[in-house]
């Protein structure tokens, strides 16, 4: 069968359809019974394709007949060598990378700015991470990526890591050359995990910048969800090298996914390959320049530059100095228009691989926007809270002697100087200011208050973390 022939197959969505036309009786779960148990209109429409692992659907855990052929599809599509389907996000995928391959104590290096996720996977590995600060990008006044400089510094410095571990692209769509970090990595016998949530449709042209894999990256995990037409939820591990113990991988994946995963998600993981495979760029930068054109015509913010092949086109970051950019994503709302993320200088928006609305409609809701945002009050210059910002230390402790420890509440004030016991994490985007394990400082701490005082969210009590921290216990 010719590549694209292949490609044009959805094992896993014609087997369901298969199932759904036998119009079965079902002795089985799930207990909506193909749907016919729901009062929901909308429910009854999509339930009676939530299947499970029935005769002929396969087991996602032991594949051997349609998702097998899924994965071995995408994995055509991507390159790679073996391709994962996981039904639990790119959270999965981040746990599954780091659990296979370090065990306690395991030293591994990473990205200081990463997903929780990937502290997550540190912690319940029992590693010890080797963080690595990335630099201050000053075209987007944000914290972008590690230098190569620093990489390397970490790498002679513990030359028995077991691996790198680098976020590609970062939350905005921008993206660095990979190929010199790879390149290092592999001459000191290190694998290359790379977290590319954002990056799932790299892949499909020239319109965006290179994936991973391409750059000799051994693990890589993709939202499916995020930039591709998936369920949430539904991501790909990829893996491109003979390094890895595939066994392994495959024990931890078992552990970290359900044992009943939704095959409606595996469908849209099948079903959204076959749309990447099938997907033409060639209209989508004249698409992005009309939308970047209209909201560069508001005084409320500046549109940040696009960079080719460096940024996401499919990403617009608006800049925004005199205004609270939480203000403004509010009044938005009110309009209907949601954006993905404020932080306390910017504004994120996530475009699709096609058109999917009408721009007129988008241009009156951003009139009525700028019009209310002409009763706000005018800030003076909101000054930039520089999250990420802090000089490089070496944690004292690996995740797994902190499970040994105990912990203690202390104020803020008197937490000065101890090691946190909880990980401080702004959401969205998920990225912690503050690490378990870590020393704490005057800077982290003022950076918290700002970012409270703003409104910011995080995944912690709010009123907790008003009133402080959990440390060490005096004496242990």
């Not at 394709?49 to 029935?54: C, I």
């Not at 996000?89 to 591994?108: F, P, Q, W």
């Not at 037409?229 to 994946?253: C, D, F, S, W």
């Amino acid at each position: 069968m010719d590549v694209m022939k292949r490609q044009n197959k959805t094992p896993i969505v014609e087997a369901i359809i298969k199932y759904v036309q036998k119009d079965p009786i079902s002795f089985h779960v799930p207990g909506h019974k193909n749907g016919k148990i729901t009062s929901e209109y909308f429910l009854k429409e999509v339930f009676p394709f939530d299947v499970t692992e029935l005769e002929g659907l396969d087991d996602l855990h032991h594949p051997e007949g349609v998702i097998k052929e899924a994965q071995e599809i995408a994995a055509e599509f991507f390159g790679a060598d073996h391709t994962f389907f996981l039904v639990g996000g790119s959270t999965v995928g981040n746990l599954a990378m780091i659990l296979s391959l370090c065990l306690e104590g395991d030293e591994i290096i990473v990205q200081r700015n990463s997903h929780k996720s990937v502290l997550h996977g540190l912690e319940l590995a029992g590693a010890k991470p080797i963080f690595i600060n990335p630099e201050y990008d000053k075209d987007v006044f944000r914290f972008g990526h590690p230098s190569y400089n620093e990489l390397e510094k970490a790498i002679l410095g513990h030359p028995k890591a077991k691996a790198i571990m680098l976020t590609y692209p970062d939350y905005f769509g921008r993206t660095y050359d990979l190929q010199p970090m790879v390149d290092l990595a592999h001459k000191h016998g290190m694998i290359v995990c790379v977290d590319e949530a954002h990056g799932v449709h790299f892949s499909t042209g020239t319109a965006f910048p290179m994936p991973a894999l391409r750059y000799g990256a051994d693990m890589v995990v993709q939202s499916a969800h995020k930039m591709a037409p998936a369920l949430t939820m539904g991501a790909y591990l990829h893996i491109q090298t003979q390094r890895i113990n595939l066994e392994r991988l495959k024990h931890v994946l078992q552990i970290v996914q359900s044992s009943s995963p939704s095959y409606l998600i595996l469908a849209s993981l099948d079903e959204a390959r076959k749309y990447l495979a099938n997907y033409n760029d060639e209209n989508v930068m004249g698409i992005v320049q009309e939308i970047r054109s209209l909201f560069q015509s508001y005084k409320l913010w500046k549109v940040l530059p696009f960079e080719a092949k460096k940024d996401d086109p499919l990403k617009i970051t608006l800049h925004l100095e005199e205004y609270d950019p939480k203000e403004i994503k509010m009044l938005m709302e009110e309009q209907g228009i949601y954006l993905e993320m404020a932080t306390p200088h910017q504004l994120l928006l996530i475009l699709g691989l096609e058109r999917y609305f009408d721009i007129k409609k988008l241009e009156n809701k951003l009139n009525l926007t700028e019009k209310l945002a002409g009763m706000l009050p005018v800030h003076d210059k909101i000054e930039q809270v520089l999250v990420s910002s802090f000089p490089h230390s070496e944690f004292p402790y690996s995740f797994g002697d902190l499970k040994r420890l105990v912990w203690e509440e202390r104020i803020w004030e008197d937490a000065i100087g101890e090691i946190s016991g909880e990980s401080i994490v702004p959401y969205p985007p998920g990225i912690p200011i503050l690490f378990k394990g870590e020393k704490i400082t005057e800077d982290h701490i003022r950076q918290i208050h700002e970012l409270l005082e703003r409104g910011v969210g995080f995944q912690n009590d709010r009123i907790s973390l008003q009133r402080g921290i959990k440390v060490i216990k005096k004496g242990e």
